[in-house]
């Protein structure tokens, strides 16, 4: 988090933003300390690692550190969101546990946790499903958070086999909006802000705004149960909404005052993803 402070402070003192400085922010992923029960639960984990190719920061290959508990046969893979690491899944993972013949599989991706990496994207997090699902085992039931459930919506899509099932908890639906969120709490100019979006459609290539579910989704025969707070901040209802009413296939359930990090610790969220995943198994 201390890089993450010099970042903002540096942004709001600043009368003129530079791209490097705002490319900096934007894709630093501030990384949070395991706290004790955390570190017992990755104890008890088996430990891996698998690359992830990075085509678009170092052109080269990435360790990501992979943790698995139990041996059952269905497979279920936690994809955790931005700033964020796989032991944030602890309530979940705990509980999953309990359940017979399941293997549970999550991972930090490049840049979070516990695996290194200067900065992180989307694309990696997308990279680190692939990953999984290429080189480890398929996925029977993917689970993701917040940016992770972005990043599940596209990596899914270009896997051969397709899950049973796919959860999201308040999944980004708008990329280009989130960073603009996110500019605009530090004070980022527009001027800034449009030089960077111009400058990421070069590096990318694609525009920002081509970060979005509404128009990428395509996993129509796929069973999703999607939860959200509708006053989440982060992942507004509005963009969410507009991504419901193309998709009505999807069940959703709202989840009201607990925020967009909270959310994973809410034991009504827990006890409606355990009883879905028991009707597949």
Not at 100 to 120: C, H, K, M, T, V
Not at 146 to 174: D, F, H, T, V
Not at 234 to 254: T, V
Request: hydrophobic share 40%; charged share 25%; proline share 5%.
């Amino acid at each position: 988090m201390k890089k993450l402070k010099e970042l903002v402070n540096a942004l709001k003192i600043s009368a003129n933003h530079t791209d490097a400085q705002i490319r900096e922010f934007i894709f630093y992923s501030p990384k949070m300390p395991l706290r004790l029960h955390q570190e017992q639960l990755i104890a008890e984990s088996k430990q891996f690692s698998l690359n992830v190719f990075d085509e678009y920061f170092t052109k080269s290959e990435i360790s990501i550190n992979c943790f698995s508990w139990g041996n059952g046969k269905t497979k279920v893979v936690l994809v955790h969101g931005w700033a964020s690491k796989a032991l944030d899944f602890f309530e979940l993972i705990t509980e999953l546990r309990k359940i017979d013949d399941l293997e549970i599989i999550a991972f930090d991706a490049p840049g979070n946790g516990s695996s290194i990496s200067e900065f992180s994207n989307l694309m990696l997090y997308a990279g680190s499903l692939k990953a999984i699902a290429l080189n480890y085992t398929e996925p029977d039931i993917v689970i993701g958070h917040s940016l992770g459930g972005m990043a599940n919506a596209i990596a899914l899509q270009e896997l051969p086999k397709k899950p049973k099932l796919l959860i999201s908890i308040a999944p980004l639906i708008r990329l280009k909006e989130n960073f603009e969120q996110s500019m605009d709490s530090v004070g980022v100019s527009q001027e800034s802000q449009n030089k960077f979006f111009k400058n990421f459609a070069t590096e990318f290539p694609v525009p920002a705004e081509y970060f979005n579910l509404v128009n990428l989704y395509a996993l129509e025969g796929i069973p999703h149960f999607l939860a959200y707070d509708p006053e989440d901040h982060i992942s507004p209802y509005p963009f969410l909404k507009e991504f419901l009413n193309e998709n009505p296939q999807i069940e959703s359930k709202s989840y009201e005052d607990i925020g967009h990090y909270k959310i994973l610790k809410s034991p009504d969220l827990i006890e409606d993803i355990l009883l879905k995943i028991k009707a597949r198994i």
